[in-house]
């Protein structure tokens, strides 16, 4: 990229670099604030054996599910299987590798990873499996275990507002894992509902600062809604 405007006018331009065999972290939590339209390309643009670190694998048919059903994702790093069958049964079937983290320790690996800690103690997982080879020390008399940070190749972030500088605004609860993911990948891209002048976001409300973003596209989004809610004691799955 040229200068401070990271905007780029295609997604060709937003995922220019990527290539089989990388580390690809995905921001959202569910379905909520995925980065919907970059996933969709990296299905088109048929890269395989990647390594995707997200919350969850989205849903058959949508959001990361749909590199599940492209066989693109070699190894799956989460903190649990959610509504995917598929993600399901490509795990039992030992057809994809799947690394299942407590979702605390795995927003601190990627946290870690973008402040340059590269590995931490924690409580959290002590006398089960997640704590098999891991090295063990005591603490005040508590056991904790040592995690290593993790950091991606790409980061494919969704943000409600930026600028061309590449600053970022999330909206509401569409926060979750996109700061994390932001900061902690050699290449940021962010797609957003609207991309607006230097100058009109206020510098206070600023969630992710451009330093850490090389690419922003705008794009349109589906918004898919994972369960919803028709009223007490009732859900019903968003087709």
Request: proline content about 3%; overall charge negative; some cysteine.
């Amino acid at each position: 990229m040229a200068g401070l405007d990271k905007r780029v006018t295609s997604y060709q331009q937003a995922l220019a670099g990527l290539e089989d065999n990388m580390t690809v972290l995905a921001g959202g939590f569910g379905l909520c604030g995925i980065p919907e339209n970059l996933i969709d390309h990296i299905r088109q643009q048929g890269v395989k054996g990647l390594t995707v670190v997200s919350n969850n694998c989205g849903v058959d048919g949508f959001g990361l599910g749909l590199l599940l059903e492209n066989q693109q994702i070699k190894t799956m790093i989460a903190s649990y299987v959610g509504e995917n069958a598929l993600f399901e049964q490509q795990m039992l079937s030992g057809e994809l590798e799947v690394i299942l983290t407590p979702q605390g320790t795995l927003a601190e690996k990627v946290r870690a990873g973008g402040a340059g800690i590269p590995a931490f103690y924690t409580a959290t997982g002590y006398g089960t499996p997640v704590a098999e080879g891991k090295e063990v020390r005591e603490f005040d008399g508590r056991h904790y275990i040592l995690e290593q940070a993790i950091r991606g190749d790409f980061a494919i972030v969704k943000g409600w507002k930026a600028d061309w500088y590449g600053n970022v605004i999330y909206r509401h609860t569409a926060q979750n894992f996109n700061p994390l993911m932001a900061m902690a990948a050699r290449v940021t891209v962010v797609e957003v509902e609207e991309i607006v002048a230097p100058g009109e976001l206020d510098p206070a409300a600023i969630h992710t600062p451009g330093i850490y973003v090389d690419r922003v596209i705008q794009g349109n989004f589906e918004k898919r809604i994972e369960q919803r809610t028709l009223r007490a004691g009732g859900t019903d799955a968003d087709a």
